[in-house]
């Protein structure tokens, strides 16, 4: 499966972004899908990973009431809404799949596919 993220950009402290990934080459449905963050300077860390059908979902603590994974199966796309954003929310974002997973959990290693990332920026 190909995947290519969108919607970063810059956004004011406390303001809403909304990515994007678009899947494509695959069923999308086979896919447990995910986005992860770097900050510079980082390691890669987990934000939130969303279950084939969309009916569960996990998080990372420090975006927990904060960010909302969603997807659209008929889209092919899944989408990270942040709101109430921090300066340290400021990190290229990755949208991540796998079709091997039978449980959520926040590993980088457990996903075989990435996107190219694409880059939020929050000003405070």
């Known amino acids: 499966v190909q995947l290519q993220a969108s919607g970063g950009g810059l956004v004011q402290a406390g303001g809403s972004l909304r990515l994007s990934c678009a899947a494509s080459g695959r069923p999308f449905g086979d896919y447990v899908m995910a986005w992860f963050r770097q900050a510079p300077g980082k390691e890669r860390e987990f934000v939130a990973t969303?279950?084939?059908?969309?009916?569960?979902?996990l998080y990372a603590t420090s975006v927990k009431g904060r960010f909302t994974i969603s997807r659209d199966n008929g889209k092919n796309t899944v989408y990270l809404q942040m709101r109430s954003l921090k300066a340290e929310d400021t990190a290229v974002y990755y949208c991540?799949?796998?079709?091997?997973?039978?449980?959520?959990?926040?590993?980088?290693?457990?996903?075989?596919?990435w996107g190219q990332g694409t880059l939020v920026t929050v000003s405070s």
């Open positions: 969303i279950n084939r059908s969309g009916g569960s979902t």
């Open positions: 991540a799949a796998d079709n091997r997973l039978t449980y959520l959990r926040g590993l980088s290693g457990d996903y075989g596919y």
